[in-house]
């Protein structure tokens, strides 16, 4: 059983381009997080995801990021019109329930540079 | 929304000795406290978890308490190596959908 699986690894973009981050969860896993950690620094939430749908996306900057999880394929973090404060790793973690009984497994992790 | 505090944010200890990382929560919901431990450039990991019904968990070296009246929880490692350096995150469940991360303990385990 493979773990969380993310894509790109590492990811360079100039100021104003799009960036897009991919997340296979574990299999049997419907339940996505996604994380922004900068240097330094802790996890921070952005946004939980089940299957085509987003239950809280509080953490996540109004304009310019988004998210989805479709029925097929992986989730999709999406960043419009990137700028230099967006450099950040980007991790998901996937897990098997939500919320209480949820352990979540992380993936290893986008990291985005803005040059 | 929820507020997961963490002490220290640096902790030094030399080879052998103790190390306890402190957090507290404000969520009187939450009832799943998971601990995770990231390498340098590496993914989180978990490395221990504890749920409200318990008082206390251990793993070998590894253990976590957890006081729901106080809204507090602590992870202990014993008998510390260096290959326990490393940042520590404790985390709680909140709202019943996901989870708020403390900011992190950097652990050094001086040999």
């Known amino acids: 059983n493979a773990g969380v699986m993310q894509n790109p690894r590492h990811l360079v973009r100039r100021r104003g381009q799009e960036a897009r981050l991919r997340c296979s969860p574990m299999k049997g896993h419907s339940h996505v997080y996604w994380y922004r950690q900068l240097p330094e620094e802790g996890l921070k939430f952005m946004v939980y995801?089940?299957?085509?749908?987003?239950?809280?996306e509080s953490g996540m900057p109004k304009e310019r990021f988004s998210a989805e999880f479709p029925k097929e394929g992986p989730s999709i973090l999406r960043i419009q019109q990137v700028v230099r404060g967006d450099s950040a790793a980007y991790f998901c973690?996937?897990?098997?329930?939500?919320?209480?009984?949820?352990?979540?497994?992380f993936g290893p992790g986008t990291r985005l540079t803005v040059l | 929304g929820e507020n997961v505090e963490q002490h220290p944010s640096t902790l030094s200890v030399q080879e052998g000795d103790s190390a306890v990382i402190k957090c507290t929560y404000s969520?009187?919901?939450?009832?799943?406290f998971p601990w995770y431990k990231q390498e340098l450039g590496k993914r989180p990991q978990l490395i221990i978890d504890i749920r409200s019904n318990v008082g206390e968990k251990k793993d070998q070296r590894i253990a976590v308490t957890l006081n729901k009246t106080a809204k507090h929880f602590s992870l202990h490692i014993t008998e510390t190596q260096p290959e326990d350096s490393a940042v520590y995150f404790c985390?709680?469940?909140?709202?019943?959908?996901?989870?708020?991360f403390g900011a992190g303990t950097r652990l050094t385990v001086k040999p």
């Open positions: 973690a996937s897990s098997p329930y939500g919320g209480n009984d949820g352990t979540q497994y």
């Open positions: 995801l089940q299957k085509e749908n987003i239950i809280d």
């Open positions: 969520d009187s919901a939450s009832n799943y």
């Open positions: 985390a709680a469940t909140y709202n019943n959908n996901d989870m708020r």
